[in-house]
């Protein structure tokens, strides 16, 4: 079909250099760059009609109200739905599905009750669903995803019975790129009576979308992954349970009458959107549906899929890359997540990042998926309007030879040295330790997001004898860990629990400020487990005591 070569002048951060390259942007799945259009609409808002909407008898608030009302119609038209009662404003897709949660929910589920999601979905949902299950007493139940990305319809069958009450799923895999059947799952849902809820993230900015044919019930996603602002997303729901369902949030601006025993709600949908909203951003909002529209969704689509087979077909063909998700030929999102062999995703992203190609690497929220895929974590690149071939081919030189580059790029001067030493030797080191380890702490139970553990063996007489690691963990990471270890054998246990940015000192400071994580992780996790241990032999003292 060709590339929408046209668009990327309304994007003018794309002639931004990053380290004297131009940059090349493949992390759309977590946020699209907005064109021209969309940010002077925002502008204009506040340069000639900045007021609250539905709250003032005078011309800017009329003006704003009329806005912020007509970007509801717009977005209504765009996904299908009857009219803009049945189209919420919220912050963002998460906050759609929470909403949902709790006043759809809380309602509905108790202990005889069930939800059914999926292995692929994003945190924002599967998080929101255990929690509510947890105050309800309902149970979580998972569709499988087979080996070659796709739902399996056989267990979801298996699974949605008389008892599930919410069916919830995303529409697609913001890692696999897979297209899940939500109209074939909605008409099984409906079958018991289940309400459905979609994630449409990754949908409704990538290829056209239609509510009610996909009979959906709930349907959510978010302004700035379809070329708008970020602070905005969108809650579709049918009208006849948006109107049974209570408000989620309480305020201003969702009340019809309030006395001081009792109140009354607002009409669809100002019902659920509590407060002042979110004015500018819808209104933008408004204008990137309109900015989508004038390309064709069914162009975008297309666009998207074109890049990401060439991607996929071009690094299934690479040595040592594993990909994730449908095979090449069938259509997906525009998205491909891969792994380099010996490379670790945030390794491979700082020597893309090198290059000014910005892609993703981590779980990407997902990671009970990442279980599934018995995977640390991929790299991600994410596709829209703007991007090229050219881009594709840019990032697939720079993965070629990765270790090599790897190697280059740490001895490059921004790391001390010995992050470069032990770099290159940590791995010889990073067995499992002692059998009877003392303490043992991973890092799972950090922020930073490598996989690994420290097995700990601490003396008698309450010093550190030996320090082990496993390590599924970039470089940078493992090698602080051999740092720590070299460090710590033969000091007090409590060093270990009082260390506070022991490695930044040690490294002079010396390491880019966006791997600071990457230096501080295994400290985190050493220091964790250290203070339990001391915790635990405090308590058992004075019990025998």
């Given amino acids: 079909m060709g590339e929408l070569s046209a668009t990327r002048a309304d994007f003018p951060i794309l002639r931004r250099e990053v380290d004297g390259n131009r940059l090349v942007y493949l992390d759309n799945a977590a946020t699209t760059q907005t064109p021209e259009p969309v940010y002077e609409t925002y502008e204009e808002f506040y340069g000639r009609y900045n007021a609250n909407v539905h709250r003032?008898?005078?011309?800017?608030?009329?003006?704003?109200?009329?806005?912020?009302?007509?970007?509801?119609?717009?977005?209504?038209?765009?996904?299908?739905?009857?009219?803009?009662?049945?189209?919420?404003?919220?912050?963002?897709?998460?906050?759609?599905?929470?909403?949902?949660?709790?006043?759809?929910?809380?309602?509905?589920?108790?202990?005889?009750?069930?939800?059914?999601?999926?292995?692929?979905?994003?945190?924002?949902?599967?998080?929101?669903?255990?929690?509510?299950?947890?105050?309800?007493?309902?149970?979580?139940?998972?569709?499988?995803?087979?080996?070659d990305g796709h739902l399996d319809m056989d267990h979801a069958r298996a699974l949605i019975d008389d008892d599930t009450e919410v069916v919830s799923l995303t529409h697609v895999s913001n890692v696999l790129g897979t297209i899940n059947p939500v109209g074939t799952i909605a008409a099984l849902a409906h079958d018991h009576g289940a309400r459905v809820l979609v994630d449409g993230a990754q949908s409704v900015p990538t290829r056209p979308v239609d509510v009610e044919t996909l009979d959906a019930d709930f349907y959510t996603f978010s302004g700035h992954k379809m070329a708008g602002p970020t602070g905005i997303g969108v809650l579709y729901g049918r009208r006849d349970l948006l109107e049974e369902m209570e408000p989620f949030l309480y305020g201003g601006e969702m009340i019809r009458d309030v006395t001081l025993s009792d109140s009354s709600w607002n009409e669809l949908p100002w019902k659920f959107e509590a407060g002042t909203p979110p004015i500018?951003?819808?209104?933008?909002?408004?204008?990137?549906?309109?900015?989508?529209?004038?390309?064709?969704?069914?162009?975008?689509?297309?666009?998207?899929?074109?890049?990401?087979?060439?991607?996929?077909?071009?690094?299934?063909?690479?040595?040592?890359?594993?990909?994730?998700?449908?095979?090449?030929?069938?259509?997906?999102?525009?998205?491909?997540?891969?792994?380099?062999?010996?490379?670790?995703?945030?390794?491979?992203?700082?020597?893309?990042?090198?290059?000014?190609?910005?892609?993703?690497?981590?779980?990407?929220?997902?990671?009970?998926?990442?279980?599934?895929?018995?995977?640390?974590?991929?790299?991600?690149?994410?596709?829209?309007?703007?991007?090229?071939?050219?881009?594709?081919?840019?990032?697939?030189?720079?993965?070629?030879?990765?270790?090599?580059?790897?190697?280059a790029y740490l001895r490059s001067g921004r790391y001390h040295d010995l992050v470069v030493e032990h770099a290159a030797g940590a791995r010889d080191r990073g067995d499992s330790g002692p059998t009877d380890a003392t303490f043992v702490q991973s890092s799972r139970e950090t922020s930073c997001g490598d996989d690994g553990a420290f097995h700990v063996d601490v003396a008698d007489d309450g010093t550190i004898e030996r320090v082990g690691f496993e390590s599924e963990s970039c470089a940078v990471s493992t090698a602080v860990a051999s740092i720590l270890a070299d460090y710590l054998e033969g000091e007090p246990v409590e060093t270990a629990a009082t260390m506070d940015d022991l490695v930044v000192d040690l490294l002079d400071g010396r390491f880019p400020a966006l791997r600071r994580d990457c230096v501080v992780g295994p400290e985190e996790v050493i220091r964790q487990g250290a203070r339990e241990y001391l915790e635990q032999r405090a308590t058992a003292a004075e019990a025998s005591s």
């Fill in 56 to 147: 003032g008898i005078h011309r800017l608030s009329h003006e704003a109200s009329v806005a912020y009302e007509s970007a509801h119609d717009r977005v209504a038209e765009f996904v299908g739905a009857d009219g803009r009662e049945e189209i919420v404003f919220t912050k963002n897709t998460t906050e759609g599905i929470n909403l949902v949660a709790y006043s759809l929910g809380l309602e509905r589920l108790d202990g005889d009750a069930n939800v059914v999601t999926t292995e692929m979905e994003h945190h924002a949902s599967l998080v929101t669903w255990q929690q509510i299950a947890k105050r309800t007493g309902a149970d979580v139940r998972y569709v499988r995803v087979t080996d």
């Fill in 280 to 407: 500018a951003e819808g209104i933008a909002l408004g204008a990137a549906v309109d900015y989508l529209e004038g390309i064709g969704m069914e162009r975008v689509r297309d666009h998207e899929n074109e890049l990401a087979q060439y991607a996929l077909e071009r690094l299934e063909a690479a040595d040592g890359v594993e990909t994730y998700g449908p095979p090449p030929g069938e259509e997906r999102a525009g998205l491909v997540s891969f792994n380099v062999d010996g490379v670790h995703g945030h390794d491979l992203s700082s020597i893309l990042n090198d290059r000014g190609i910005a892609v993703r690497a981590g779980n990407h929220c997902t990671q009970p998926l990442h279980d599934t895929l018995d995977a640390p974590g991929s790299v991600r690149a994410s596709f829209y309007v703007y991007n090229t071939r050219a881009e594709v081919d840019a990032l697939l030189d720079a993965i070629d030879d990765a270790g090599r580059k790897l190697d």
